[in-house]
């Protein structure tokens, strides 16, 4: 019944065309980065960079536009033992039908020629039309029938049997194109960071400078709360001046800091009536006096410094490290405008800050909430959310810098509920 099809899914083992793919790329993608714009973009915006370049698009069919021509044809029955040709040798045709049975797809087509892990005894039957110009390809398949000895439901069957065994390849295909594509990101951040390494060790650049913060050691640990709960985009040009590295704080001490907001805060929830009469720079000195139980500074500034209104910094020259800002909820609109107040003050590669939210009004607290992370979301410089960092009431994001495209910072949200409903 099936004329004129090729084994689909035989020419060798997809595992070993990932891992080759694997190997053979990603180190050359990574060393082809100028030097400079390695140092000065994003790790994250050079992984995204190179994934795009490298990942593979999985097989999908699209059979919500398949097509299906009938026409008549001549099918040569010679090998039908059924058939007495009275000693006749050679070809023998008789009057017959052919089915093209047409899907589009969209995806990688070079995936059609190898085994995925998941397969069967038995591969499917067709011919792969190559995609062309802004044309999907398609996968098609043929069926014959001599009118003679024509069984439909048999005919139906086959036909059945193959788009099923057509869609199983695809779908373990597709399975094992996930999983590469995960591996695939890892194997990027893996090799992005050696040569990183690589370059500090030859060049003596250290990719970030540490502000380093004295520990006070008579200050109370803080002990954890049991809370319930393919474009390829190009990389920004390194800057003219190249690349310089700048001061941050390390992602231990960042954590802490966040550790000893998130203490205070919760202080403030457990009785709210007696602080929900308090205006924002009164809840950020108290606050400012939590930090500085734990942290003791010297005459370099590196240490919590009470600068404006509202807001908390750690400070080098003229220029914040990190950035707490301390607001009122009064709606979408002005937690916008405190995202942005926030994002400008902060001018540092790699920059990590705070935005500590205090409800005082507003009873529906999970509406809040709602709005808050609408806004994160939605933020014209928002680049990507922790998910690992999602705690209830708060949110840690990775925001584009306003002013330079190479940077990005990073900010954590708390919200805390001072509402009151006893006054």
């Given at each position: 019944?099936?004329?004129?099809?090729?084994?689909?899914?035989?020419?060798?083992?997809?595992?070993?065309?990932?891992?080759?793919?694997?190997?053979?790329?990603?180190?050359?993608?990574?060393?082809?980065?100028?030097?400079?714009?390695?140092?000065?973009?994003?790790?994250?915006?050079?992984v995204?960079?190179?994934?795009?370049?490298?990942?593979?698009?999985?097989?999908?069919?699209?059979?919500?536009?398949?097509?299906?021509?009938?026409?008549?044809?001549?099918?040569?029955?010679?090998?039908?033992?059924?058939r007495?040709?009275?000693?006749?040798?050679?070809?023998?045709?008789?009057?017959?039908?052919?089915?093209?049975?047409?899907?589009?797809?969209?995806?990688?087509?070079?995936?059609?020629?190898?085994t995925?892990n998941?397969?069967?005894?038995?591969?499917?039957?067709?011919?792969?039309?190559?995609?062309?110009?802004?044309?999907?390809?398609?996968?098609?398949?043929?069926?014959?029938?001599?009118?003679?000895?024509?069984?439909?439901?048999?005919?139906?069957?086959?036909?059945?049997?193959q788009?099923?065994l057509l869609?199983?390849?695809?779908?373990?295909?597709?399975?094992?194109?996930?999983?590469?594509?995960?591996?695939?990101?890892?194997?990027?951040?893996?090799?992005?960071?050696?040569?990183?390494?690589?370059?500090?060790?030859?060049?003596?650049?250290?990719?970030?400078?540490?502000?380093?913060?004295?520990?006070?050691?008579?200050?109370?640990?803080?002990?954890?709360?049991?809370?319930?709960?393919?474009?390829?985009?190009?990389l920004?040009?390194?800057p003219?001046?190249?690349?310089?590295?700048?001061?941050?704080?390390?992602?231990?001490?960042?954590?802490?800091?966040?550790?000893?907001?998130?203490?205070?805060?919760?202080?403030?929830?457990?009785?709210?009536?007696?602080?929900?009469?308090?205006?924002?720079?009164?809840?950020?000195?108290?606050?400012?006096?939590?930090?500085?139980?734990?942290?003791?500074?010297?005459?370099?500034?590196?240490?919590?410094?009470?600068?404006?209104?509202?807001?908390?910094?750690?400070?080098?020259?003229?220029?914040?490290?990190?950035?707490?800002?301390?607001?009122?909820?009064?709606?979408?609109?002005?937690?916008?405008?405190?995202?942005?107040?926030?994002?400008?003050?902060?001018?540092?590669?790699?920059?990590?800050?705070?935005?500590?939210?205090?409800?005082?009004?507003?009873?529906?607290?999970?509406?809040?909430?709602?709005?808050?992370?609408?806004?994160?979301?939605?933020?014209?410089?928002?680049?990507?959310?922790?998910?690992?960092?999602?705690?209830?009431?708060?949110?840690?994001?990775?925001?584009?810098?306003?002013?330079?495209?190479?940077?990005?910072?990073?900010?954590?949200?708390?919200?805390?509920?001072?509402?009151?409903?006893?006054?």
């Amino acid at each position: 019944m099936i004329e004129g099809n090729n084994e689909l899914f035989a020419s060798g083992y997809l595992y070993d065309f990932l891992r080759q793919n694997q190997q053979s790329q990603i180190g050359p993608a990574v060393d082809k980065i100028p030097k400079e714009q390695l140092l000065a973009t994003p790790e994250s915006d050079v992984v995204e960079h190179i994934f795009a370049q490298l990942s593979i698009e999985p097989l999908i069919l699209h059979e919500d536009r398949m097509e299906t021509t009938e026409e008549e044809t001549k099918v040569e029955v010679s090998r039908d033992w059924r058939r007495d040709f009275n000693h006749h040798r050679g070809t023998f045709y008789v009057p017959g039908c052919k089915i093209c049975i047409a899907i589009p797809f969209t995806g990688d087509s070079d995936l059609w020629m190898y085994t995925p892990n998941n397969a069967g005894l038995t591969c499917p039957y067709g011919n792969v039309r190559q995609p062309h110009g802004n044309r999907a390809g398609s996968v098609e398949m043929t069926f014959c029938c001599p009118i003679d000895t024509l069984d439909e439901q048999r005919l139906k069957n086959e036909i059945e049997r193959q788009l099923n065994l057509l869609r199983s390849y695809v779908k373990s295909s597709t399975q094992d194109i996930h999983n590469y594509n995960i591996g695939l990101k890892e194997s990027i951040e893996q090799h992005i960071k050696a040569r990183q390494e690589r370059i500090s060790k030859t060049e003596g650049l250290a990719s970030r400078l540490g502000l380093t913060l004295k520990r006070n050691p008579d200050a109370p640990p803080i002990e954890p709360l049991r809370l319930k709960r393919k474009l390829v985009r190009p990389l920004p040009p390194p800057p003219d001046s190249g690349f310089e590295p700048e001061p941050g704080i390390e992602e231990e001490t960042y954590e802490h800091i966040l550790g000893v907001i998130r203490h205070g805060l919760r202080t403030f929830e457990t009785t709210p009536a007696t602080f929900k009469s308090l205006g924002e720079e009164d809840l950020r000195n108290i606050l400012l006096a939590h930090l500085n139980g734990h942290y003791e500074g010297d005459a370099t500034g590196e240490t919590f410094r009470n600068k404006g209104k509202t807001d908390i910094r750690i400070e080098d020259g003229n220029r914040a490290a990190f950035v707490a800002e301390c607001k009122i909820w009064r709606g979408p609109k002005e937690f916008r405008s405190a995202i942005d107040q926030l994002l400008n003050y902060l001018t540092w590669r790699d920059c990590k800050a705070s935005l500590v939210v205090f409800n005082k009004e507003v009873k529906g607290f999970s509406k809040v909430l709602s709005d808050i992370s609408k806004e994160l979301s939605e933020h014209k410089l928002f680049k990507k959310e922790f998910a690992d960092q999602k705690r209830e009431a708060e949110w840690r994001f990775v925001f584009r810098s306003a002013e330079d495209e190479l940077r990005e910072v990073i900010v954590h949200i708390f919200v805390a509920n001072l509402f009151s409903s006893g006054d």
